[in-house]
């Protein structure tokens, strides 16, 4: 496959990191640059980066937000529930942190930040986070003992 044919090497999945982020029972969502539509804070973790490395700088970088990571929440193949087609294996990784403080800058990716209850979620980045996902990420506040979700 030609987008592959500068790789070496065995080729690997991709990694994408979603932060859940709470603040008085409402998730912190940013509203991305690329498409004006509302995601949880994430990106593609960095090389040599670890996975709450990862999930600290999404959140600082997109939301102004300081965070420290708690508990995995799920980890889903992304398509196996997103309705589009990926060119290569995408690994969906929900983090779980407790917010220290946030306040939003400007930045090159997102243009806004807020918090919002289930009730009343915002239009969604669905490449990037689908309601059920965010439904499993306020599930899992709930539960001090959640079990990981994973494909």
């Given at each position: 496959m030609d987008l592959f044919?500068?790789?070496?090497?065995?080729q690997t999945p991709k990694v994408?990191?979603?932060?859940s982020v709470f603040k008085d029972d409402?998730?912190?969502m940013v509203r991305?640059?690329?498409?004006?539509?509302w995601s949880l804070p994430g990106g593609w973790a960095d090389v040599n980066t670890s996975l709450s490395e990862s999930a600290v700088r999404e959140c600082r970088e997109?939301?102004?937000?300081?965070?420290k990571p708690k508990r995995v929440i799920a980890i889903h193949q992304a398509d196996r529930h997103y309705d589009f087609p990926y060119p290569y294996t995408i690994y969906k990784i929900f983090v779980e942190c407790e917010l220290i403080e946030n306040s939003f800058s400007a930045?090159?990716?997102?243009?806004?930040?807020?918090?919002?209850?289930i009730d009343s979620l915002p239009p969604l980045s669905k490449e990037r986070n689908t309601r059920e996902q965010i439904e499993l990420c306020f599930e899992a506040k709930k539960h001090l003992l959640f079990e990981t979700v994973f494909d």
């Open positions: 044919a500068s790789g070496t090497g065995y994408d990191i979603r932060a409402k998730i912190l991305e640059k690329i498409d004006g539509a997109e939301a102004g937000a300081q965070v930045n090159t990716e997102t243009l806004a930040a807020d918090f919002y209850a």
